[in-house]
Nanobody, 116 residues
Framework: QVQLVESGGGLVQAGGSLRLSCAAP????????MGWYRRAPGKQRELVAT???????NYADSVKGRFIISRDNAKNTVYLQMNSLKPENTAVYYC??????????WGQGTQVTVSS
């Protein structure tokens, strides 16, 4: 079992910033594509960003230019820096990694609330 531990959510005003962190096991981190997803109230979970082991990022169009995904392989941690936050970014944010068929792992989720 792969345990992903998220932190960093909270309440912020529109236009503000938050940084989410997700710690993963050392045994898999260096080879894992790590991702952040979110589920807004009444909506399906959606991709926010992913980052490959070598550091290549991929973003949803809605967050390009405002969110930055990064990883620290020495700390086995992936980050999501969220800037210029909007009320519509309010959601539970989940860390994710897929290690193979049937090996899809999720963190417990961290709430991000953006007030207007």
């Amino acid at each position: 079992q792969v345990q992903l531990v998220e932190s960093g959510g909270g309440l912020v005003q529109a236009g503000g910033s938050l940084r989410l962190s997700c710690a993963a096991p050392r045994s898999i981190f260096s080879i894992a594509v790590m991702g952040w997803y979110r589920r807004a109230p009444g909506k399906q979970r959606e991709l926010v960003a992913t980052i490959a082991p070598g550091g290549s990022p991929n973003y949803a169009d809605s967050v390009k230019g405002r969110f930055i995904i990064s990883r620290d392989n020495a700390k086995n941690t992936v980050y999501l820096q969220m800037n210029s936050l909007k009320p519509e970014n309010t959601a539970v944010y989940y860390c994710n990694t897929v290690l193979g068929i049937g090996l899809n792992y999720w963190g417990q989720g961290t709430q991000v609330t953006v007030s207007s």
